[in-house]
């Protein structure tokens, strides 16, 4: 932490530089009630003792969210029985764009790590290959998927893989740093890493109190300058940064912001019946506008993917 005045400005979580503004307070209560009542799962133990959350930017363009209060393997099972994130995220047919561009790299026999692999949904993507799944919260459910975490099994199998890959995984976690540098170790020089995340602003973030986008869920939306910023941290090459269209599991984020009524400040969650009004209204006319519409083929995208290089 920096102190300025009496206000303690936390660090970045990339760079360890203080953050360059506060764009908001989120209080306890307020988060737990909206996931009670958005999602149906109480976060009140995972927040018990917490004062209130800051929502930070950094230096590089990193939004996080201090404390940085991560959801544990009991939030998770409750968060997916509702809404079926496996299924929609990396289940058996499910198809991702983001998938199918970091596919397009591997060869037959290649050594493949996905780190937050869910049910291994990638592996479809990439048959003939070497590969290993790692999930804290899931895995050991069948063979090729380990219930490990990326720092563990980096420090047991170091420079081993081809491509290592994660997908929509790295803003849960607390040490987003600690969990990439852990990636690049896991990588032989040469190889390629993806890292699919959120980013903003983009449809996700103009959706009044959209606390999917929140702790104990989101903890840091990204930017292209944070991904380079990462990259330089960790002496990787970047070789590429995409956005990645709406897929099957992002069209109700699309409709939804479609539909969202306009913010007259930046203000991403506020307990007020507006919102909160605006919240059900996003979710009822998006909801029936992903039923009966297709989405458009330049719809803008939630989240962005790096392709970068192990030197």
Same mark, same amino acid.
């Given at each position: 932490?920096?102190?300025?005045?009496?206000?303690?400005?936390?660090?970045?979580?990339?760079?360890?530089?203080?953050?360059?503004?506060?764009?908001?307070?989120?209080?306890?209560?307020?988060?737990?009630?909206?996931?009670?009542?958005?999602?149906?799962?109480?976060?009140?133990?995972?927040?018990? $003792?917490?004062? @209130?959350? #800051? *929502?930070?930017?950094?230096? +590089?363009?990193?939004?996080?969210?201090?404390? =940085?209060?991560?959801? %544990?393997?009991?939030?998770?099972?409750?968060?997916?029985?509702?809404?079926?994130?496996?299924?929609?995220?990396?289940?058996?047919?499910?198809?991702?764009?983001?998938?199918?561009?970091?596919?397009?790299?591997?060869?037959?026999?290649?050594?493949?790590?996905?780190?937050?692999?869910?049910?291994?949904?990638?592996?479809?993507?990439?048959?003939?290959?070497?590969?290993?799944?790692?999930?804290?919260?899931? $895995?050991?459910? @069948?063979? #090729? *998927?380990?219930?490990?975490? +990326?720092?563990?099994?980096?420090?047991?199998? =170091?420079?081993?893989? %081809?491509?290592?890959?994660?997908?929509?995984?790295?803003?849960?976690?607390?040490?987003?740093?600690?969990?990439?540098?852990?990636?690049?170790?896991?990588?032989?020089?040469?190889?390629?890493?993806?890292?699919?995340?959120?980013?903003?602003?983009?449809?996700?973030?103009?959706?009044?109190?959209?606390?999917?986008?929140?702790?104990?869920?989101?903890?840091?939306?990204?930017?292209?300058?944070?991904?380079?910023?990462?990259?330089?941290?960790?002496?990787?090459?970047?070789?590429?940064?995409?956005?990645?269209?709406?897929? =099957?599991?992002?069209?109700?984020?699309?409709?939804?912001?479609?539909?969202?009524?306009?913010?007259?400040?930046?203000?991403?969650?506020?307990?007020?019946?507006?919102?909160?009004?605006?919240?059900?209204?996003?979710?009822?006319?998006?909801?029936?506008?992903?039923?009966?519409?297709?989405?458009?083929?330049?719809?803008?995208?939630?989240?962005?993917?790096?392709?970068?290089?192990?030197?």
């Amino acid at each position: 932490m920096a102190l300025v005045g009496e206000m303690r400005i936390p660090l970045c979580p990339i760079t360890g530089l203080p953050a360059k503004r506060r764009v908001q307070w989120l209080y306890p209560k307020t988060l737990t009630l909206l996931w009670r009542y958005s999602v149906g799962v109480d976060i009140a133990r995972l927040v018990r $003792g917490v004062e @209130r959350f #800051g *929502l930070w930017e950094s230096p +590089v363009g990193l939004m996080f969210f201090d404390p =940085p209060i991560a959801g %544990d393997g009991e939030f998770y099972r409750a968060f997916y029985r509702r809404v079926g994130a496996h299924e929609l995220l990396s289940g058996k047919r499910v198809a991702r764009a983001e998938f199918t561009a970091a596919a397009a790299f591997v060869a037959p026999g290649m050594a493949v790590l996905d780190v937050g692999c869910g049910e291994g949904g990638f592996q479809l993507y990439v048959p003939n290959s070497d590969y290993c799944g790692l999930d804290i919260n899931f $895995g050991g459910k @069948r063979p #090729g *998927l380990l219930a490990e975490t +990326v720092e563990e099994h980096a420090e047991r199998l =170091p420079a081993h893989y %081809d491509v290592v890959c994660s997908f929509q995984v790295a803003e849960h976690v607390i040490d987003p740093l600690s969990f990439m540098r852990a990636m690049r170790d896991a990588l032989k020089p040469g190889g390629i890493l993806f890292l699919g995340v959120p980013f903003w602003p983009t449809p996700m973030t103009a959706i009044p109190n959209f606390v999917l986008n929140a702790p104990p869920h989101h903890l840091t939306w990204w930017s292209e300058n944070a991904l380079r910023a990462l990259c330089d941290r960790l002496g990787l090459e970047c070789r590429e940064i995409r956005l990645v269209p709406v897929g =099957p599991h992002s069209r109700l984020i699309h409709w939804m912001a479609r539909f969202a009524p306009k913010q007259r400040e930046e203000r991403f969650f506020h307990a007020a019946w507006a919102s909160y009004l605006g919240l059900l209204w996003s979710y009822l006319a998006g909801s029936v506008a992903d039923r009966w519409l297709k989405v458009p083929p330049d719809a803008p995208s939630s989240e962005i993917l790096l392709i970068a290089r192990k030197p």
